[in-house]
């Protein structure tokens, strides 16, 4: 089992649409979770960052942790044709020496006008 | 602020080549991490270095080396290239504090081809 299961779609909606992305993971030692935006061919963007579970709010995008079920979700309302690209879920265990990120597979987000 | 830079951009090589990929971090970060992103996969941890040591290493075979210079910059050699090496290779910076809140940004990558 990898430590990190996210599924790859590839997702299609419509614009204006409320996108749900989502990611599981098996380390219970994870408490830092990352939301990052892939364009095709460019390097990973941070959208949202969240410190154990809860729920984080920046524009239209809200992130949210449930560490009990070891599940985290990114909300994308009123979604907009710029916001295609691929979707990276990323983890850690620490902000300090043993900062490795863990990603999943990401998942591919068409928006289309 | 200029963002992560690295170079080059694109790199084709043939098997059993060796190649050296540099990045430089954001300024005032002192930290900077390697991943390793297959096509169609997400990026897999390759080192981590800060002040110049390495911190943190990951499954990679020792075909694969990196070293931190004073200036903070980085380079990443890999040596007796393999077909599976193709891939975009990605330099990430943070300010490597024990700090909440902290967290890596990601340059462009370098686009390695190998033939």
């Known amino acids: 089992q990898k430590e990190v299961e996210q599924d790859p779609g590839p997702l299609s909606v419509p614009e204006g649409a409320i996108v749900s992305l989502n990611c599981t993971y098996s380390?219970?030692?994870?408490?830092?979770f990352m939301w990052y935006r892939q364009y095709s061919r460019k390097g990973p963007e941070l959208l949202m960052y969240?410190?154990?579970?809860g729920n984080k709010e920046d524009g239209r995008f809200t992130a949210q942790v449930d560490k009990s079920s070891k599940y985290i979700s990114l909300f994308i309302r009123d979604s907009q044709p710029s916001d295609s690209a691929t979707y990276l879920c990323?983890?850690?265990?620490?902000?300090?020496?043993?900062?490795?990120?863990?990603f999943g597979k990401g998942t591919l987000l068409t928006v289309n006008p | 602020d200029a963002g992560v830079t690295q170079s080059p951009t694109h790199l084709i090589k043939t098997r059993g080549q060796q190649v050296t990929l540099r990045c430089s971090p954001i300024?005032?970060?002192?930290?900077v991490s390697w991943y390793q992103q297959v096509l169609g996969q997400g990026p897999q941890f390759i080192f981590q270095?800060?002040?110049?040591?390495?911190?943190g290493r990951g499954n990679f075979p020792d075909r694969f080396s990196a070293r931190q210079f004073p200036n903070y910059s980085s380079e990443l050699n890999v040596n007796a290239l393999l077909l599976g090496d193709s891939a975009l290779y990605l330099c990430?910076?943070?300010?490597?504090?024990?700090?909440?809140?902290?967290?890596?940004?990601f340059g462009p990558g370098t686009r390695l081809l190998v033939l």
């Open positions: 990430a910076s943070s300010s490597f504090g024990a700090r909440k809140g902290e967290t890596q940004y």
């Open positions: 300024s005032g970060h002192k930290s």
């Open positions: 380390n219970s030692a994870f408490q830092y």
């Open positions: 990323a983890m850690s265990a620490s902000g300090g020496s043993n900062y490795k990120l863990t």
């Open positions: 969240t410190y154990s579970s």
């Open positions: 270095y800060y002040e110049k040591e390495e911190r």
